[in-house]
């Protein structure tokens, strides 16, 4: 909203602020003040025009203006909206002093950048190289296309131009695939710039971690994601994949790893490789896989088994078969017998007691040692009153490089560059069901 205030023959333009506050710019012209005057041609007038700010420069220079005492013909009024500063001299009345206004953006036209506001081509050029190279090229090289050129002092220790910094890639898991006992996938977005740096690989480490290895001098399996998964020399366990996140120019990788141990650590570390040769630093993402799959009816029928064969007296052709039985489950399926056993039939004994008294204390302890195997996670959960199984399907991306990379020349290799094929397939993945009730 514009408002003329006027008096006598001078006139204040003021405005108000839009208070939307959607993005854009200004264009501000000076405040100036325009009064007619008549030429020496006679009645021909035209209209002349000064900064306002000079025209009250010119008051005071002429000390027509004081702190007490306004000139006749200029009228200041300080509204809710565009109050006058307490610096301003003008505005220094008793008890009117008020605080500078808090900016209100007006509506916005277009979003440019800086240096577009610079009217003189040299500076403009200058300032836009100089933002350039501070922001792609860390302020130590010229964008040139789209690579950074690196001024001579821009080299590491390993004689590597450094002026472009190889970003770390995030590794993660994949938000469409929740773990299994087997499967994990995990993704991480393509950290490559628009300008400078041109990631070439990305390198997979995978390795189980647990009280038996050496984490130090066991360093897992490597995989590049160029040359291993993409070009379908990695094994049926490890698929690659790849989709765009919400902003098309965006590539999400991925890698699905199909053949884990159930309720094991591993843990999984990804670096970027760029076409000099450089690596980035190590991004790490440690999990534990889900439990065993239990089949829970037949582990009570197994302890039904068990009890049969303790129950009374107790051949030795009946303690061989009780043991056998006993060492052909799985760990985690030996848990739930003994829950199961002690469930229905601890009056007669638990299962351990059992066990020993029945077979012996070495065969019984050959058996109950195998319950060290597992976690105290999947020892809680093996508790539940009920185990279900169920097995739901999850699309996946499985990809494919159109070319094959010559060898020795993987580093001068752009990835983002390399045709990609993609197609939807489907992995099934088995879970258990935990609760304290049938149907939960």
């Known amino acids: 909203m514009n408002t003329l205030l006027c008096k006598g023959t001078f006139c204040l333009l003021s405005w108000e602020a839009d208070s939307r506050g959607r993005h854009g710019e200004y264009t501000l012209q000076p405040l100036s003040l325009q009064a007619e005057e008549t030429t020496e041609l006679g009645s021909k007038k035209e209209l002349k025009s000064m900064p306002f700010i000079t025209y009250l420069s010119g008051l005071l220079t002429a000390q027509m203006l004081s702190d007490d005492q306004l000139i006749s013909g200029v009228e200041i009024?300080?509204?809710?909206?565009?109050?006058?500063?307490?610096?301003?001299?003008?505005?220094?009345?008793?008890?009117?002093?008020?605080?500078?206004?808090?900016?209100?953006?007006?509506?916005?036209?277009?979003?440019?950048?800086?240096?577009?506001?610079i009217q003189d081509n040299g500076t403009k050029e200058a300032f836009k190289s100089a933002l350039m190279s501070s922001y792609w090229c860390s302020g130590k090289g010229d964008v040139i296309d789209d690579w950074c050129r690196c001024d001579l002092s821009a080299f590491d220790a390993s004689g590597l131009p450094n002026c472009s910094p190889l970003p770390q890639p995030v590794l993660r898991l994949s938000p469409t695939v929740e773990p299994s006992s087997t499967v994990v996938s995990l993704e991480w977005?393509?950290?490559?710039?628009?300008?400078?740096?041109?990631?070439?690989?990305?390198?997979?480490?995978h390795k189980k971690v647990d009280e038996y290895t050496d984490t130090d001098l066991y360093t897992g399996e490597f995989l590049s994601f160029a040359d291993d998964l993409l070009s379908g020399l990695g094994t049926s366990c490890v698929a690659a994949?790849?989709?765009?996140?919400?902003?098309?120019?965006?590539?999400?990788?991925?890698?699905?790893?199909?053949?884990?141990?159930p309720d094991g650590l591993y843990k999984f570390t990804l670096y970027a490789v760029d076409t000099r040769g450089r690596h980035s630093e190590?991004?790490?993402?440690?999990?534990?896989?889900?439990?065993?799959?239990?089949?829970?009816?037949?582990?009570?029928?197994?302890?039904?088994?068990?009890?049969?064969?303790?129950?009374?007296?107790?051949?030795?052709?009946?303690?061989?078969?009780?043991?056998?039985?006993?060492?052909?489950?799985?760990?985690?399926?030996?848990?739930?017998?003994?829950?199961?056993?002690?469930?229905?039939?601890?009056?007669?004994?638990?299962?351990?007691?059992?066990?020993?008294?029945?077979?012996?204390?070495?065969?019984?302890?050959?058996?109950?040692?195998?319950?060290?195997?597992?976690?105290?996670?999947?020892?809680?959960?093996?508790?539940?009153?009920?185990?279900?199984?169920?097995?739901?399907?999850?699309?996946?991306?499985?990809?494919?490089?159109?070319?094959?990379?010559?060898?020795?020349?993987?580093?001068?290799?752009?990835?983002?560059?390399?045709?990609?094929?993609?197609?939807?397939?489907?992995?099934?993945?088995?879970?258990?069901?935990?609760?304290?009730?049938?149907g939960r």
């Open 77 to 117: 009024r300080c509204e809710e909206k565009g109050r006058c500063p307490s610096t301003c001299h003008l505005c220094r009345r008793p008890g009117k002093e008020q605080l500078s206004p808090t900016p209100v953006l007006l509506e916005i036209n277009r979003v440019v950048p800086l240096y577009t506001l």
């Open 189 to 205: 977005v393509d950290v490559q710039p628009a300008i400078g740096t041109k990631v070439s690989d990305y390198i997979l480490q």
């Open 241 to 261: 994949g790849r989709s765009h996140g919400e902003i098309p120019e965006v590539s999400i990788y991925s890698v699905i790893f199909k053949c884990l141990e």
């Open 282 to 438: 190590l991004s790490t993402v440690t999990l534990r896989t889900a439990c065993p799959l239990v089949d829970d009816n037949k582990a009570e029928e197994i302890a039904d088994k068990i009890y049969n064969l303790y129950n009374g007296y107790t051949s030795g052709k009946e303690q061989q078969m009780a043991y056998n039985t006993l060492m052909e489950v799985s760990a985690s399926m030996l848990f739930r017998v003994q829950h199961h056993y002690n469930s229905h039939y601890e009056k007669f004994g638990d299962f351990v007691w059992r066990s020993e008294d029945e077979l012996g204390p070495r065969k019984a302890h050959l058996i109950l040692r195998r319950l060290e195997r597992v976690s105290s996670h999947c020892s809680s959960l093996l508790r539940s009153a009920y185990i279900q199984s169920r097995v739901e399907t999850v699309p996946y991306l499985f990809c494919r490089s159109e070319e094959v990379r010559p060898a020795g020349m993987v580093w001068y290799s752009i990835l983002k560059d390399t045709k990609i094929t993609c197609e939807e397939k489907m992995v099934s993945m088995a879970r258990n069901t935990y609760g304290e009730s049938k």
